[in-house]
Nanobody
Framework: QVQLVESGGGLVQAGGSLRLSCAASDAIYSSNVMGWYRQAPGKQRELVAEIYGLGRTLYADPVKGRITISRDDEKKTSDLQMNSLKHEDTAVYYC????????????WGQGNQVTIFS
């Protein structure tokens, strides 16, 4: 079955930390580029971070220095460690996967709500 399954969302106080995890089926993980997008209320979906097969990472400017993406090729998982969370990080977070020849992900997880409160 082709799927991405996310876990770890929730409610956290500003300044706190949260870790999101994504488990990918074999067929999706072979796509090579794992990533996370988010969509805040009333806003367009945006890229948070991506990680390539050899470990190269890409981060959106608003999250640089606060969020770290990682992958475990043996477990076929991708994690997003979020620290120093801000209210503006509140959004639904989606795990994604794409091949290196595509600009946009071809696979999306179901989405996990992350809510930051003051």
């Amino acid at each position: 079955q082709v799927q991405l399954v996310e876990s770890g969302g929730g409610l956290v106080q500003a300044g706190g930390s949260l870790r999101l995890s994504c488990a990918a089926s074999d067929a999706i993980y072979s796509s090579n580029v794992m990533g996370w997008y988010r969509q805040a209320p009333g806003k367009q979906r945006e890229l948070v971070a991506e990680i390539y097969g050899l470990g190269r990472t890409l981060y959106a400017d608003p999250v640089k220095g606060r969020i770290t993406i990682s992958r475990d090729d043996e477990k076929k998982t991708s994690d997003l460690q979020m620290n120093s969370l801000k209210h503006e990080d509140t959004a639904v977070y989606y795990c994604t996967a794409r091949n290196t020849f595509s600009d946009m992900p071809g696979y999306w997880g179901q989405g996990n709500q992350v809510t930051i409160f003051s």
